[in-house]
């Protein structure tokens, strides 16, 4: 009777964990309108997946058409690869923009901002002047006005990056750091350590959360939907949607 007690707990553990790693924990996705972004949230299973979904739309992998490239570049920016900018979307001058890079319908990209490698900046994402996106998915409306970082994660609808916020990718737990990386890094969840798959996960933050300024989101932070974190130097684990991350 023990045993069956435990083995039940163990499978609803098990639903649980799977539970806080799908994208829907995080993200509405019937609020969000680009359809493009849409497809890479309702077709992965696990956000750990979405960073390489990403890359792979954006090569032709999925076989997703990318919007018509409309949108505005303006004389100054620095525009280098496979950059598409749709309608109503702008690259301003002093920018720096390199693919594959998707900039969707209402985006900014703002003078002084950088933006490289394998990023979609979703509806309505404003990148301000020192601002840097990479290897990253901005859902939907995230302000990024400031200088700050975001690196190797996925920002969800009108998550606010305050200034010299950051995220960190890397473990450094051991030995020198070395690139290309060779550790895997991990989430925590419940004590144990979920495989992320890839060496480099910065972090996951869901609708609405703001980062605070001068906070530093260690590598496989998880931060549900509605989460309040506080000012810190440093954050780390996962944080269940609509609590206070103190």
Do not use: W
Not at 111 to 130: E, K, L, M, S, W
Not at 171 to 198: K, M, W
Request: aromatic fraction near 4%; proline fraction near 7%; hydrophobic fraction near 40%.
């Amino acid at each position: 009777m023990g045993r069956a007690r435990d083995t039940a707990k163990a499978r609803q553990a098990d639903q649980e964990v799977d539970r806080r790693i799908a994208p829907a924990y995080y993200f509405d996705i019937g609020q969000v309108c680009d359809p493009t972004v849409r497809h890479l949230l309702e077709h992965c299973p696990s956000v750990f997946g979405l960073k390489r979904a990403v890359a792979e739309l954006l090569s032709g992998d999925l076989g997703v058409p990318l919007p018509e490239p409309t949108g505005v570049i303006e004389s100054g920016a620095i525009v280098r690869g496979p950059v598409a900018v749709a309608a109503n979307a702008v690259i301003c001058e002093g920018a720096i923009v390199t693919g594959p890079v998707l900039v969707c319908s209402g985006a900014v990209i703002g003078a002084g901002a950088r933006v490289r490698d394998n990023t979609i900046v979703g509806p309505g994402c404003q990148i301000g002047f020192g601002a840097e996106v990479t290897r990253s998915l901005l859902v939907d409306g995230v302000f990024m006005k400031h200088s700050c970082f975001v690196g190797d994660s996925v920002l969800g609808r009108d998550v606010n990056m305050g200034v010299f916020a950051a995220t960190t990718s890397l473990r450094v737990t051991s030995g020198p750091v070395s690139e290309p990386a060779t550790q895997e890094v991990c989430a925590h969840l419940d004590g144990r350590r979920i495989p992320t798959g890839q060496t480099k996960f910065g972090a996951v933050v869901g609708d609405g959360v703001i980062v605070p300024a001068g906070t530093v989101l260690m590598p496989a932070t998880l931060i549900g939907a509605g989460t309040v974190i506080y000012p810190k130097t440093q954050v780390g684990g996962f944080f269940p949607a609509g609590s206070q991350g103190r």
